[in-house]
């Protein structure tokens, strides 16, 4: 089983479109958990961290649920440039362990 | 500079060459990270210096992978004798201390014919 779980996707949606993200992760002692987006053929870049309190930044609200070890990510009013793939990471003694990534294909 | 910077940004091998990575992270980070991403996957760790102290070289796939950064700034990762499952891009990152938030580089794509 992978340390970090997401699905893959592709989520196709309309302009204007809700979509939500989820990731579950499997080390109980992680104590830090983010998004980051990648576009195609560039490198990862942090979207958001995550608390269990929830935090939001505009259209995007991210979630933690640390009793069930799930992470969310919920972006409202989709963009076309909110089309990218979006990994879940959580931080694991010093390191980043990075989910395989959900696609977004946000069309007009 | 600004970014994190990789060199080269292509490079092509054939089976059985060694190739040598580059990294010159931003100035001052103390932490750099070397990530290999396969196609359609998520960035897997592969090791972590602090300074010029390598800290965590648990992901580096065989004694084939090295990393090195000797003065605590530029990393350099060579692969020898590659061989074609070494086909990847190779991120590397930094960040001014720990495993939080990271800054990436645009990566190194490495295929190995």
């Known amino acids: 089983r ?20 989820n990731c579950t992760y499997s080390n109980s002692a992680s104590q830090s958990f983010f998004w980051y987006r990648q576009d195609c053929r560039k490198e990862p870049k942090l979207l958001m961290s995550v608390y269990s309190s929830g935090n939001e930044d505009g259209r995007f609200t991210a979630q933690l649920n640390r009793a069930s070890q799930y ?9 076309l440039s909110d089309s990218a793939t979006y990994l879940c990471v959580v931080n694991k003694i010093q390191k980043l362990v990075f989910g395989t990534g959900t696609r977004l294909l946000v069309s007009p | 500079g600004a970014g994190v910077s990789q060199s080269p940004r292509y490079k092509v091998a ?19 990270f070397w990530y290999q ?14 300074n010029e102290a390598q800290l965590d070289k648990s992901g580096l ?51 190995v014919l």
């Open chain 1, 71 to 79: 992470i969310s990510l919920l972006i409202r009013d989709s963009k």
């Open chain 2, 61 to 111: 796939p065989s004694d084939r992978f090295f990393a090195e950064r000797p003065e605590g700034s530029v990393s350099t990762l060579k692969i020898q004798r590659t061989q074609q499952e070494d086909s990847a891009v190779y991120l590397c990152a930094s960040s001014v201390t720990g495993a939080n938030v990271l800054t990436f580089g645009a990566g190194s794509r490495l295929t």
């Open chain 1, 2 to 21: 992978k340390e970090v779980e997401q699905d893959p996707g592709p989520f196709n949606v309309p302009e204007g479109a809700t979509v939500a993200f």
């Open chain 2, 37 to 50: 991403q396969a196609l359609g996957q998520g960035p897997e760790f592969l090791t972590y210096f602090q």
């Open chain 2, 14 to 32: 054939k089976r059985g060459q060694d190739v040598a990575l580059r990294c010159d992270p931003i100035s001052g980070h103390v932490s750099l």
